[in-house]
């Protein structure tokens, strides 16, 4: 099934070009591309920071082939629930990367001594909050993209744990690229 949707979403999602890194899921045309069974205004926080963490490593992609590699491997439930990072490291391997998925206390320890791209997976605040996902770049700064869906600004932080307590976010998971 996955097969399919990939494909269908492949020729749907046709001719969908961007330039750079992505911000604001929800704003313009982009909101309107399909992941799994839905649109990525709704569901796409994760394959935009797949994307921006690839950017970012310096690889040749598109975001049609970071949805398409979403949509084979790395949905949860068709896109109900977005995507699982941990499925993203076989992206990563696949361009000469090397990625490395951490959880919990370790993800913490192991975010808070890296330096360069990773992809953080956090619950945001609030009773009926969800999760989401973005790609972060660690140096004197830290540069978080596709903080918020609704803005296509690109925000800097003195550190991760300063995004993360200025969201309210409590980190889940991270994939740290080395």
Excluded: P, W
């Amino acid at each position: 099934m996955s097969s399919f949707v990939a494909e269908r979403n492949l020729r749907k999602n046709r001719g969908f070009t961007v330039n750079g890194f992505i911000n604001g899921q929800v704003i313009g045309d982009i909101a309107k591309l399909r992941l799994g069974l839905f649109r990525i205004g709704y569901n796409g926080c994760g394959v935009l920071a797949l994307y921006n963490a690839l950017k970012l490593c310096g690889t040749d992609i598109s975001l049609e082939e970071c949805i398409y590699y979403c949509d084979k491997y790395a949905l949860n439930f068709f896109g109900l629930f977005g995507t699982r990072i941990s499925r993203f490291r076989k992206m990563f391997t696949d361009k000469g990367l090397n990625a490395v998925f951490y959880k919990g206390k370790k993800a913490v320890q192991e975010l808070n001594r890296h330096k360069g791209t990773a992809v953080l997976l956090y619950k945001c605040k609030g009773l009926f909050s969800g999760l989401h996902i973005v790609c972060i770049s660690i140096g004197e700064k830290t540069k978080v993209y596709n903080l918020f869906g609704n803005s296509d600004k690109t925000y800097v932080f003195s550190s991760a744990e300063e995004m993360l307590e200025k969201v309210g976010g409590k980190l889940r998971a991270c994939l740290i690229v080395r």
